[in-house]
């Protein structure tokens, strides 16, 4: 059984295609500039050489249709036939309150998902443009939607309500959704395989740092809170994303530069976070590098994100009642040998006690806290590709 996962963005999209009989990645690839001049397509077939494919690409159903001829492709492709695409895996971003767990896509299905476009309205569009092109290019091949937001739909009222009056929930739909749910939900699970453990008798806090960031309180294998919230903007502070802010500065920053709510929601979202206090760049290896050339500001910001992430993992541990195991995954998670140590700083008097030779390690799955560390720190690589080709064999077998 051949599944091929779909993640489209606004003008890119990524895929794999898996092998499910033994989980291995036949091919993948990503398409830039859909719909702008300059569209490429980068594939990697099973030889792993990098074929490019410069060719306008008008939207996703042609950005697709290129990707389908590339898998195909008697050279570089991976399989002989499109027959041999046996489902379709896509990440979709906002569920709503309507799905807490993935589903195949049917006509109903699609309906709600448009009905949650005014909850996601940058993100859904193209996921669901990418369901319905391969609807249109491969018909009679099931379709299944893999949720950001889905497996946060276990918290519980007490994580989920904001302290405002009460009908905008129930009118407007005004509550903590939570996203990353994939990767939260991979890497916990992977956690409980690593340790040997049953997830059922497990409380994990995961912690995904990439440029978006976000931690997850899990207790037995259920999400009950995590930082984002109504949009990926609440929590962390992120690489260009302020997160927790007082809400009244919005107003009144809005008020004295007289700003637009387009202008305000662009400043919080693609010119705060680290980017925002540095002035150096979003990525933390430039911020990284400044810090230690000296730059104040460089070293403010990564002061600020440290103890941003620490403040969340001793407040998790509160609302699970202990943790098990304090998980670190993507980009700066993986990769972050100094950033893992200034967070896991402080946090002895819980049980988390980070070994700094272990630490000393990057995108590879293992135990980094100190032998008799009563709360295990690990890194867990995320796969969040994996989590929806494994959902979308479950529903379509
Ligand atoms: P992601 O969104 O998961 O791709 O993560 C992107 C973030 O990971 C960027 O901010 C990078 O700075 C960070 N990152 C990736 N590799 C490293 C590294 N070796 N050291 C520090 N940060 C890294």
């Known amino acids: 059984m051949n599944v091929l996962v779909i993640n489209c963005g606004s003008s890119s999209l990524k895929y794999q295609l898996f092998n499910m009989k033994d989980e291995s990645v036949l091919a993948k690839g990503l398409v830039e500039r859909i719909g702008i001049e300059g569209s490429k397509l980068t594939h990697e077939g099973p030889t792993g050489g990098k074929e490019k494919i410069e060719v306008p690409m ?11 001829e590339a898998i195909t492709h008697a050279e570089y492709g991976a399989i002989q036939s499109l027959d041999e695409i046996n489902a379709i895996g896509h990440r979709v971003v906002h569920a709503g309150e309507k799905f807490s767990g993935s589903v195949v896509i049917t006509d109903a299905v699609m309906a709600a998902l448009e009905e949650c476009i005014e909850l996601a309205p940058l993100h859904n569009p193209p996921n669901i443009m990418g369901v319905s092109a391969m609807q249109e290019l491969l018909p009679g091949v099931p379709n299944v939607g893999v949720f950001d937001t889905a497996f946060h739909q276990t918290m519980p009222q007490s994580s989920y309500v904001y302290a405002l009056p009460y009908e905008y929930y129930e009118r407007d739909h005004v509550r903590r959704y939570g996203f990353h749910g994939t990767s939260h939900r991979y890497v916990s699970q992977r956690t409980a395989e690593i340790l040997d ?4 008798d497990l409380k994990i806090i995961t912690c995904h740092l990439g440029n978006g960031a976000s931690l997850a309180a899990i207790d037995g294998g259920k999400s009950i809170d995590t930082s984002m919230g ?3 903007l609440e929590g962390l502070v992120m690489g ?14 809005m008020g004295k530069e007289d700003l637009t709510l387009d202008e305000m929601n662009n400043i919080m979202n693609k010119k705060s976070g ?17 810090a230690k050339e000296g730059n104040e500001r460089a070293v403010l910001a990564l002061d600020i994100y440290h103890l941003n992430v620490r403040k969340y993992i001793a407040a998790y541990a509160s609302v699970l009642g202990g943790v098990d195991a304090i998980v670190f995954t993507a980009g700066l998670g993986e990769n972050g040998i100094d950033s893992r140590k200034e967070i896991c700083k402080n946090l002895e008097f819980m049980g988390a006690v980070l070994d700094p030779e272990k630490n000393k390690v990057r995108g590879k799955e293992t135990v980094v806290s100190t032998d008799d560390s009563r709360v295990k720190i ?3 690589p995320t796969n969040e590709e994996l989590m929806i080709a494994r959902d979308t064999l479950e529903l379509v077998k």
């Not at 008008?58 to 389908?68: N, P, Q, R």
């Not at 453990?197 to 059922?200: A, D, F, L, T, Y």
């Not at 680290?274 to 430039?286: E, H, N, Q, T, Y």
């Open 58 to 68: 008008k939207d996703h159903k042609e950005a697709l249709g290129h990707v389908l």
């Open 197 to 200: 453990k049953n997830i059922e």
């Open 230 to 232: 109504f949009t990926p």
């Open 240 to 253: 260009t994303r302020c997160g927790d802010i007082d809400p009244q500065i919005v107003t009144y920053i």
């Open 274 to 290: 680290v980017l925002g206090i540095s002035g150096v760049s979003s990525d933390f290896r430039d911020i990284e590098d400044a």
């Open 378 to 380: 690990m890194v867990v």
